[in-house]
T-cell receptor, first 112, second 111 residues
Framework: DADVTQTPRNRITKTGKRIMLECSQTKGHDRMYWYRQDPGLGLRLIYY???????NKGEISDGYSVSRQAQAKFSLSLESAIPNQTALYFCATSDFRVETQYFGPGTRLLVL | GQNIDQPTEMTATEGAIVQINCTYQTSGFNGLFWYQQHAGEAPTFLSYNVLDGLEEKGRFSSFLSRSKGYSYLLLKELQMKDSASYLC????????????FGDGTTLTVKP
């Protein structure tokens, strides 16, 4: 079984809709991250969490929110989706001692 | 803050050797990572350097010079499956100890 899972893997939604992307991990890591990747571009950090009660904004947090429901779960919400949020979204986890990141398979989101 | 630079694209021939460079500027360096990402897939960890020198792992090696703010990833005996994007990431203690990713280098291996 995969250590980091994301649901859904693909999602099509309409402008203005609220959607949630979910991430779960079985690696026992304390740190979790949400990134977006646009075609031909690198990873941009949306939000990160170092512990259950810790939530921090990344470089592009506007229009997004997160919830760390448990050590193993970290959800990303788009409050009111817009077309320029169409992207590939990755969740990642790491251990604070080394910070090697382990990525989920990604969620491909299309906002019409 | 950090500034990470990598070439955008590189092309090499199957069986050859290619070196992908990464330069960075950071005030609290605490490790450099290389990840491989095939198109449409998740990045996967390749290597980690925190001290100066060369780390070898099969066909892949990674080098670090902290004084120069420089790293490279060396891929030997290139195979078609090595066609992918290679991401350099730097961990910074002044950035809450988390990593910042470069934009990646897209490597195309040709027959």
């Amino acid at each position: 079984d995969a250590d980091v899972t994301q649901t859904p893997r693909n999602r099509i939604t309409k402008t203005g809709k609220r959607i949630m992307l979910e991430c779960s991990q079985t690696k026992g890591h304390d740190r979790m991250y949400w990134y977006r990747q646009d075609p031909g571009l690198g990873l941009r950090l949306i939000y990160y969490s170092f512990d259950v009660k810790d939530i921090n904004k990344g470089e592009i947090s506007d229009g997004y929110s997160v919830s760390r429901q448990a050590q193993a779960k970290f959800s990303l919400s788009l409050e009111s989706a817009i077309p320029n949020q169409t992207a590939l979204y990755f969740c990642a986890t790491s251990d604070f001692r080394v910070e090697t990141q382990y990525f989920g398979p990604g969620t491909r989101l299309l906002v019409l | 803050g950090q500034n990470i630079d990598q070439p955008t694209e590189m092309t090499a021939t199957e069986g050859a050797i290619v070196q992908i460079n990464c330069t960075y500027q950071t005030s609290g360096f605490n490790g450099l990572f290389w990840y491989q990402q095939h198109a449409g897939e998740a990045p996967t960890f390749l290597s980690y350097n925190v001290l100066d020198g060369l780390e070898e792992k099969g066909r892949f090696s990674s080098f670090l010079s902290r004084s120069k703010g420089y790293s490279y990833l060396l891929l030997k005996e290139l195979q078609m499956k090595d066609s992918a994007s290679y991401l350099c990431a730097v961990r910074d203690n002044t950035n809450a100890g988390k990593s910042t990713f470069g934009d990646g280098t897209t490597l195309t291996v040709k027959p």
